[in-house]
Each structure stands twice: as C-alpha cells, then as structure tokens.
C-alpha cells in the first residue's frame, strides 16, 4: 500500500509540472477563447464587454475579408499539398536509391526547414525581386521578368512555392523513413516475376506508403491552413488581400485592432476546420492500416 502511495506520489511529482504549464497557456487560453467568442470584448475597454450570443459568429460570415482570408487560404492548401507531398515523396524515393553520400542529401534538404520562416521569406523576397536569381535564369530561356509576389495572380502560388521548398525536406525524412521499413524481400519477389519499376512502386511501394501518405498529406493541410509569417513578412496580405489568410485576420484582428471578441469567433472557426481534418485524418489512416493489417493477416 504505501508503495503504491510513494508510486502515486512520485508519478504526480512528475505529471503535476506539465499539467499546470497546460493548464495555464493551453487549456486556459482556449476555455476564455470560446467564451470571448460570444461576448464584444475590446482589449483597450473591457468594462463594457457584454454578451451578444451568436452575434459574432453571422458577423464574421458576412465579413468580406474574411471570407477573402478563407478563399485564399484554401486556395494556398490546394497549391501546397500535392506539391511539397509529392515532392517529398520523389526526393525520398531518389534519395533511398542513393548509394553514396546519402547522409549529406538528407541533411542538405532537411536544412531549410530548421530555418526560421522569416529568414526564409526575407531570402526568398531577393529571388522573386525583378533583378533577383529566378528572373535571371528566365531570362536566359528569353522569358520576361515576373512580378511574382508584386503580382495579385502570382503571389500566392509564388508563396506556396516558397513554403513548400521550406517544409518538403520534414515529409521526405518521413517517406524515407517508411521506404526503408518496406521489406526487400517483396521486391526480390517483384524481380523474379521480372516486374518493371512502375510496377513494383504501383503495386509495392505505394500500398505500403498508404497509412504514412494519409498521414503526411493531412498535416501539410493543417499547417497550410496556420500559415501566417510568409505573407506578412513578404507581402503584408496584398497585393490587393491576395495573400490575407485566416490566421493572418485573426492576427490583425485581436492584436492590432484589439477586437478580441472577434478574433476569438475567427480562431474558433479556425479551430473547428483543424478538427474535422484531425478527424478525416484518424479515420482514413486507421481503416487503411485496418485493411493492410488484415491482408498480412491473410497472406501468412
């Protein structure tokens, strides 16, 4: 018994640090977030906060800008995702082909992503500038300067460029990581059929990859739809709001004009869209995992 106890109490001598460091920047913080979320409150006069229901909520529907910020936001996440995901997976499948010098590959594509996004943005500003790199090398091909992020039709997708680049050494390690858990015997079964290689990636490769693809596509979306240092330090949401996103008008929203009420119905919103794609994520990778489990059951 009073080992238990001693257990106990050492168990919670560990935990009782960390719950109260969660309680107070994490579960705190987002119990006043939904509660402000239905009140007026303005950081510069909260005497006169008063309670208005769901009165934020149709505001923020109707709100013009906002749902600019969500259009471009989506538009990013469907630039982004294919791109850094099956960019991620190409340079894993190259990279787990190398022979030499591989650790030197992984840690050159993994490099920008220890980076600091505003680092990244500030060099990237010089490489989209109209005397910058890119436009030189097009140059060389007889293309014109593009404006890129001074343009309202390529700002955008210019910054999703940039993002991914940033971000798709994270998810090559990932593919990697599951590349070399494939067993090599599957392929030297694939060879003695004399398989050919989009044979064996359609049939071997990619149906073993299924759970960790699910998985890394979801958190690029997630990530995607947080996006925030890139056009505030590249662009500041223009030209012309094309690169305002949701996180960027709640930013905005509670910290310079000190709407709180309104920044936290935006970042309740926001929530709820992060949620229902944890959730798409949980179910799609555990019914396939399910499914793959269930076909090794039966080969053995």
């Known amino acids: 018994m009073k080992k238990k106890t001693s257990d106990s109490l050492l168990g919670m001598a560990f935990f009782g640090p960390a719950l ?27 005497a006169l906060t008063h309670f208005t229901g769901l009165d934020n909520y149709f505001q923020i529907l109707k709100d013009e800008d906002f749902r600019q910020a969500f259009f471009n936001t989506v538009q990013f996440v469907i630039i982004i995702v294919p791109l850094q995901g099956l960019g991620a997976l190409g340079m894993a499948l190259l ?10 590959f992984k840690v050159a594509f993994f490099v920008p992503v220890v980076m600091s996004l505003a ?21 060389l091909f007889g293309i014109p300067a593009q404006p890129f992020i001074n343009s309202a039709g390529q700002a955008l997708p210019s910054i999703a460029v940039m993002s991914a680049w940033q971000g798709v050494g994270y998810q090559m390690i990932i593919f990697l990581g599951g590349l070399q858990a494939i067993n090599p015997a599957l392929y030297e079964a694939a060879d003695m059929d004399h398989a050919t290689p989009w044979q064996k990636f359609k049939d071997i490769t990619l149906p073993e990859l299924k759970p960790l693809c ?13 996006m925030l240092v890139q056009p505030m ?24 004009n000190w709407e709180i009420g309104l920044a936290s119905t935006m970042a309740i919103i926001f929530a709820f ?28």
């Open 95 to 104: 990279i787990n082909r190398v022979t030499y010098c591989k650790k030197y």
């Open 119 to 139: 680092v990244v943005s500030t060099l990237w500003i010089q490489i989209y500038s109209p005397e910058g790199i890119l436009n030189s090398l097009l140059s």
């Open 214 to 226: 699910v998985f890394v596509f979801i958190t690029i979306t997630i990530g995607a739809f947080r």
């Open 273 to 300: 869209f992060v949620m229902i794609l944890t959730i798409i994520q949980t179910v799609l990778t555990s019914d396939k995992e399910d499914k793959h489990a269930d076909k090794k059951t039966k080969a053995k």
């Open 20 to 46: 109260v460091l969660l309680t107070v920047f994490l579960f705190l913080p987002m119990l006043l977030t939904l509660i402000f979320s239905f009140t007026d409150f303005f950081a510069l006069n909260p």
């Open 233 to 256: 330090v590249m662009t500041g949401g223009g030209p012309s709001h094309s690169t305002y996103t949701v996180v960027y008008d709640i930013y905005e929203t509670g910290t310079v």
